[in-house]
């Protein structure tokens, strides 16, 4: 059944054929031919098969001996289509509950997936000093900073986003990697091999031959997200990090302030990251973005989509008139908007 082509080297049976099982396609039996007779080699044949890869034309070929002339001489020959039965390889998979329960947003219920109305923030490159070396203000282009530093931490105040990031962060790596996400509560008071067991058990499931699977994916195909690592102790946040660093290539780090120099250095010596600039702080959010998350908000808000865009300019034109005396983190634009779209209705 998962076959197309069965190579068959009994040596006394010289014939091709094709077999099928249960309504699956068939199967092609490639025998290898009888070399000899016991011992009598005037008695010989062997097959021939060439596999076109492209169109999966098998051209197969039986040669016999010829005594008189001594040589092999072709006899019969036959061209046979091959069915395709490409393999399915078993991957770990992020368990529905949990997806659900990461999509939603915590503070928020505009819809069940944050990703409706996420807006990718600014976002600033920093060396050790705090110098700006680059921005970014794309997912695409941050997600290929990330993985061309491989170590990176993420700085991000109080409602700046951070952890609605990592969550979108998660999701996009989880296309081509596999991802494991924690927080300070995965972590806190647990070795390492119970950590990375709890949270892969939290994201694919209890499946033990799931986690065996995930055990063998190769690092440099694995990436570990930490929030809120400014909560872990010192000591006990190294030890994780030197441990975890044998079995993950790609780390996404992330804090609530900004850490010491010390620390800084360290982690860098125990994530073995030789470039300076590994570091990334989350920016306020300014008005090109402010704009944009209002949009999303109001488009899933009204009625009238005709009335989205007229909506949207007046919401972003009474926030930045009062931007002196509000918070502009993405938590109070959401409840501004969410606010006015529930009990003012649509502009005119």
């Not at 395709?84 to 999509?103: A, C, F, G, H, W």
């Not at 928020?108 to 600033?124: A, E």
């Not at 926030?319 to 969410?338: A, C, G, H, T």
Request: proline content about 2%; some cysteine.
């Amino acid at each position: 059944g998962k076959s197309s082509i069965v190579f068959y080297g009994h040596e006394h049976y010289i014939g091709n054929k094709t077999v099928s099982n249960e309504g699956n396609p068939f199967a092609l039996i490639q025998a290898g031919g009888e070399l000899c007779d016991n011992d009598n080699w005037t008695q010989s044949t062997f097959h021939i098969g060439v596999l076109n890869t492209n169109t999966f034309a098998y051209f197969q070929s039986k040669l016999v001996w010829n005594a008189k002339q001594q040589q092999y001489e072709q006899t019969d020959k036959n061209t046979v289509m091959l069915p395709q039965k490409p393999s399915v390889e078993r991957t770990i998979r992020i368990l529905p509950d949990y997806k659900k329960k990461l999509l939603e947003d915590e503070k928020h219920s505009i819809t069940d997936n944050f990703l409706d109305y996420f807006v990718f923030p600014r976002i600033q490159a920093e060396d050790v000093n705090g110098t700006i070396s680059k921005e970014y203000t794309t997912e695409e282009d941050f997600v290929s900073a990330i993985l061309s530093k491989k170590k990176v931490l993420i700085n991000g105040g109080y409602n700046s986003g951070k952890t609605i990031l990592l969550k979108s962060l998660f999701f996009r790596l989880s296309k081509d990697y596999a991802v494991l996400f924690c927080d300070i509560a995965n972590i806190r008071g647990k070795k390492v091999d119970r950590i990375l067991r709890n949270c892969f058990i939290d994201i694919y499931g209890e499946n033990e031959s799931d986690y065996l699977r995930f055990t063998q994916i190769p690092k440099e195909q694995r990436v570990i997200i930490i929030d809120d690592i400014d909560q872990i102790k010192s000591e006990s946040f190294e030890s994780l990090i030197e441990q975890l660093n044998d079995s993950f290539e790609y780390f996404i780090l992330a804090s609530k302030q900004i850490l010491d120099l010390s620390l800084i250095d360290r982690m860098k010596v125990l994530l073995k990251a030789n470039d300076s600039i590994f570091r990334f702080k989350i920016m306020p959010i300014f008005s090109d973005k402010r704009y944009e998350l209002i949009q999303k908000l109001v488009n899933i808000k009204a009625e009238d989509k005709s009335t989205v865009d007229k909506t949207t300019k007046l919401l972003a034109d009474a926030i930045s008139s009062q931007r002196r005396f509000i918070s502009l983190d993405p938590d109070f634009i959401i409840k501004y908007v969410e606010y006015y779209c529930n009990n003012l209705g649509d502009a005119n």
